[in-house]
């Protein structure tokens, strides 16, 4: 069985205590369906960046 790992919204974890799973947009920028205000992008070590 093969594992697929979810994108969660790492602001929604820290102010709510849960995991949110983001949407992909436009070219690599992920947002939060539950914040507007919540869009990250990889940086190149693979971390998220607010954008």
Same mark, same amino acid.
């Given at each position: 069985? &093969?594992?697929?790992?979810?994108?969660? /919204? +790492?602001?929604?974890?820290?102010?709510?205590?849960?995991?949110? !799973?983001?949407?992909? &947009?436009?070219?690599?920028?992920?947002? /939060? +369906?539950?914040?507007?205000?919540?869009?990250?992008?990889?940086? !190149?070590?693979?971390?998220?960046?607010?954008?």
């Amino acid at each position: 069985m &093969r594992l697929k790992f979810k994108d969660a /919204c +790492p602001s929604c974890f820290i102010e709510k205590g849960y995991s949110v !799973e983001m949407e992909p &947009r436009e070219e690599g920028v992920f947002q /939060c +369906p539950q914040n507007a205000a919540h869009r990250f992008k990889r940086d !190149e070590q693979g971390y998220w960046k607010k954008v």
